[in-house]
């Protein structure tokens, strides 16, 4: 098989179970806004920092590895945040590696502790093609052996609205859509557009139960909209306990525990319920948070989000 029978089986199958959504799959996209959204910088009152790994369909060769990094806080007396935020992904031959810087603004909406943001993104992404582990029959074949990389700028947006009880978002991490200059032949695209609204709230079920439900739509031009939806159970601000479902995809449990205020670990497996049920044995996400918080803060209630 050639390697161009091999690239274009790959961005096939990419499209065909994953609805062509090409940016990295995540679970616990509510811990990690920042990722999809840049208007949430800043909004956790703290410097704060995340990092997340996913091995997605275990068993599967050359199955989708990834890995994210965040960094937040904010500044100017609370109306404005910074941030920054890091993707490493592997997918068979392919790697992208994405760095961006994110800036925000937010004005409160009213006395309590509701406030609106708009924030801007911009970075690049850097995405390689490793074709000197490949096996062909056709050693003439252009790509063989050979290694490719390519550096692509982008700008991403968004808004967010969000207080202690709940929040909601719309944004569009990568506005920019690029195709890729070096397998130009097969049309490769790089990444395609897309949109992202998201919220979830906290509802007091007693003393000691807290109910929180929250969603992530994606939606990519001339693909179908997906959908996360998640619900979990908080037990004396410190256990997180959920199920998630993802729209045709899978389904999966979570599990967070609150250490200190300061310190967040976490975990997730999901398992396909689509035709890929039958070639991989599930996907599992790691993830810890810090959040870094100057002694003369007081904070009068705990931050869900």
């Known amino acids: 098989m050639k390697i161009k029978a091999i690239i274009i089986l790959c961005f096939g199958l990419l499209s065909n179970y994953s609805n062509a959504q090409q940016d990295e799959q995540m679970s616990l996209y509510m811990y990690n806004k920042l990722y999809f959204n840049p208007a949430y910088a800043g909004s956790r009152n703290a410097l704060s920092a ?5 091995f997605q369909w275990v068993d599967f060769e050359g199955a989708p590895n990834t890995q994210w990094f965040s960094i937040q806080a904010p500044i100017l007396q609370k109306s404005m945040g910074i941030g920054a935020h890091m993707v490493n992904d592997r997918i068979g031959n392919r790697t992208r590696t994405s760095v961006f810087g994110d800036i925000s603004g937010s004005i409160a909406v009213n006395k309590k502790t509701s406030r609106l943001a708009v924030g801007i993104s911009g970075g690049v992404d850097i995405v390689g093609y490793d074709f000197s582990t490949v096996q062909v029959n056709d050693p003439n074949d252009v ?22 009880k709940h929040f909601f978002g719309v944004s569009s991490p990568r506005v920019l859509e690029a195709s890729s200059s070096i397998l130009d032949s097969l049309g490769a695209k790089l990444n395609a557009r897309h949109f992202f609204i998201t919220g ?17 739509i ?15 159970l908080l037990m004396y601000d410190k256990l997180w306990t959920g199920i998630m479902y993802r729209f045709h995809e899978a389904m999966g449990v979570n599990l967070v525990y609150n250490i200190k205020d300061m310190l967040s670990i976490g975990y997730v497996y999901d398992f396909p319920i689509n ?8 996907s599992h996400e790691i993830f810890l948070r810090f959040d870094f918080k100057p002694k003369k803060s007081v904070y009068t209630s705990p931050r869900y989000f």
């Not at 995340?50 to 996913?54: F, K, P, S, V, Y």
Request: aromatic share 12%.
């Open 50 to 54: 995340i990092a997340i790994a996913r």
């Open 143 to 164: 790509y063989f052996g050979k290694t490719f990389s390519e550096t692509k700028p982008n700008v991403g947006a968004g808004i967010y609205y969000y207080s202690d």
């Open 200 to 216: 979830g709230t906290v509802l007091k079920l007693n003393s000691v139960l807290k109910l929180q439900p929250s969603a992530l």
């Open 218 to 232: 994606k939606y990519t031009p001339s693909s179908p909209i997906t959908a996360d939806i998640n619900v979990s």
């Open 275 to 282: 035709g890929l049920r039958t070639y991989q044995s599930g």
